[in-house]
Nanobody, 112 residues
Framework: QAQLVESGGGLVQPGGSLRLSCAAS????????MKWYRQAPGKERELVAA?????NYADSVKGRFTISRDDTKSTVYLQMNTLKSEDTAVYYC????????WGQGTQVTVSS
């Protein structure tokens, strides 16, 4: 069955960087738009970035985050630079196409 597995989360100081990965299996990866969402405590889940034929980003992360994908590895990445405390959240990978798949999430904590 389809599966998305995120990795790369952790604790980082403000101004630091992290790279999230999401490995996909069980579906035709190249046929899907891949997205990263995040959900902070007490807040709704929000779209961070998406990549299909083009990329788009939430205003809050433009210029700091970069989404990319490697269709040969069925993997999507989120490079996060200049991290801020407000980036603290659980980050989820999403595959949107004929079906809608979600990963289990990875915690990102930005704190000194």
């Amino acid at each position: 069955q389809a599966q998305l597995v995120e990795s790369g989360g952790g604790l980082v100081q403000p101004g630091g960087s992290l790279r999230l990965s999401c490995a996909a299996s069980g579906f035709i990866f190249r046929d899907y738009v891949m997205k990263w969402y995040r959900q902070a405590p007490g807040k709704e889940r929000e779209l961070v970035a998406a990549i299909g034929t083009r990329t788009n980003y939430a205003d809050s992360v433009k210029g700091r985050f970069t989404i990319s994908r490697d269709d040969t590895k069925s993997t999507v990445y989120l490079q996060m630079n200049t991290l801020k405390s407000e980036d603290t959240a659980v980050y989820y990978c999403n595959a949107r196409g004929a079906y809608d798949y979600w990963g289990q999430g990875t915690q990102v904590t930005v704190s000194s």
